[in-house]
């Protein structure tokens, strides 16, 4: 009787023992996931480990909720919302399960629902310096940053640091011309998180608006390379190069930033202007023409015509005629219908390579979606009765020698 009181004594430690051990795998994966999660970036691994987890375990809170968050890293957005609702559902004494929900209505626009949750939020648990932080995020959304300032304030007293914080701040310091204080409110995000993207934007943003240029590269191209379409970042970034000397990197940004502001009807002077001189420093043809096609091997911006025709019109401006048609014909493309830039090419068929029936194809073919156009018209007109007269006119035979040889220089 004795010997079979201990057996079950020992089974009993044994599962308990099992549970256990369960209990810490389980927690071990949750804190794996939220590591992943705060890096932005989740191994498949570790989203099966949380799916085994909900499966087992429904009701878990933090799995919800961080499920939840792998979802919405990928583009998930539907199945993400519903994953932070059941979290909150599940969760409703568990502060993150209304941060998580509050994080992805502001993200999905909900203002309304996400404004009302915070509230509920911040009445249930007044101690949780996050939600104040949310609340922040909320007014902020709506510009209104004198509120969103004083619930920052009141979340900068948490004792557990709020990574986000500091950028949330600096980036109304920024906004309001505080550029010192913008870039000490970023370092508070960088001790935590030192690759942070925003941080990093709004520290370098606000070094390259005090002049100190050199500093500013770092966290720029930090920004930069989390994102390249951000046209403040990328002209920033371009601005501080330059001045620093680096001619040759400033022109990935500069040409970024002229990508994200060209429009087919009305181009940003300033894009022009910085990309204009980024070019005037750089030593040869040949090394525009290199760093323009790494670019568009690196980004997907090789299919946007307003890129190509801006990008022209400024290479013919320093002589650059052989790529700024390159660029115009690119353009032309994925934009057949663009009167302006079968002008260009046309001029520079004519003016560079002597190339007169090409010339006055391109000329037809402006006029098609230009017709109004008096200066086409004229264009078309002297270049058919030149090509009428070629052979009787010796200026222009002289000229056609003069280009063929410089064209072999």
């Not at 370098?204 to 608006?209: I, K, N, V």
């Not at 980004?299 to 320093?318: S, T």
């Not at 007269?389 to 000229?399: S, T, V």
Request: aromatic fraction near 10%; include cysteine; hydrophobic fraction near 40%.
């Amino acid at each position: 009787m004795r010997i079979f009181i201990l057996s079950l004594l020992f089974v009993s430690l044994a599962l308990i023992r099992v549970d256990a051990t369960a209990a810490d795998t389980a927690q071990a994966i949750l804190d794996r996931a939220q590591e992943q999660v705060d890096a932005g970036a989740v191994t498949g691994s570790t989203s099966q480990d949380l799916e085994k987890i909900v499966e087992n375990d429904p009701k878990n809170a933090r799995a919800r909720l961080l499920m939840g968050e792998c979802l919405q890293l990928i583009g998930l957005k539907e199945q993400a919302l519903e994953q932070f609702k059941l979290a909150l559902s599940y969760g409703p004494d568990y502060p993150p399960a209304y941060v998580g929900l509050v994080k992805e209505l502001l993200r999905e626009g909900q203002l309304g629902q996400a404004r009302t949750l915070i509230q509920q939020a911040k009445a249930k648990f007044p101690k949780d310096h996050e939600i104040e932080f949310w609340l922040g995020n909320f007014y902020q959304s709506r510009e209104q940053d004198t509120e969103a300032m004083r619930q920052y304030q009141e979340a900068a007293k948490s004792e557990k640091p709020i990574i986000g914080l500091g950028s949330a701040m600096g980036k109304i310091a920024f906004t309001s011309g505080k550029y010192f204080d913008a870039i000490v409110y970023a370092n508070q995000d960088l001790r935590l998180k030192p690759k942070m993207p925003l941080a990093n934007q709004i520290k370098g943003m606000a070094l390259h608006e005090v002049g100190r240029f050199g500093e500013a590269i770092p966290p720029l191209a930090i920004a930069f390379n989390a994102n390249a379409f951000n046209k403040d970042v990328s002209y920033a970034y371009a601005q501080s190069l330059y001045w620093k000397g680096d001619f040759k990197a400033a022109l990935t940004p500069a040409l970024m930033y002229l990508a994200n502001t060209a429009h087919l009807n009305a181009n940003d002077p300033k894009a022009k202007r910085l990309v204009s001189d980024v070019i005037a420093r750089l030593p040869s043809e040949k090394v525009v023409s290199e760093g323009i096609t790494s670019v568009v091997l690196i980004y997907p911006i090789n299919k946007m015509p307003a890129y190509h025709f801006a990008l022209g019109d400024v290479l013919d401006r320093h002589g650059y005629t052989r790529i700024a048609m390159r660029e115009y014909e690119t353009g032309l493309r994925f934009k057949p219908d663009f009167g302006r830039a079968w002008y260009r090419l046309g001029l520079d068929y004519e003016s560079k390579d002597g190339n007169y029936e090409a010339a006055l194809d391109c000329y037809k073919k402006a006029r098609l979606y230009l017709p109004g156009d008096k200066q086409l018209v004229w264009q078309q007109t002297r270049l058919e009765d030149r090509l009428a007269n070629r052979k009787d006119d010796l200026a222009w035979q002289i000229k056609d020698k003069m280009r063929t040889l410089s064209n072999k220089k």
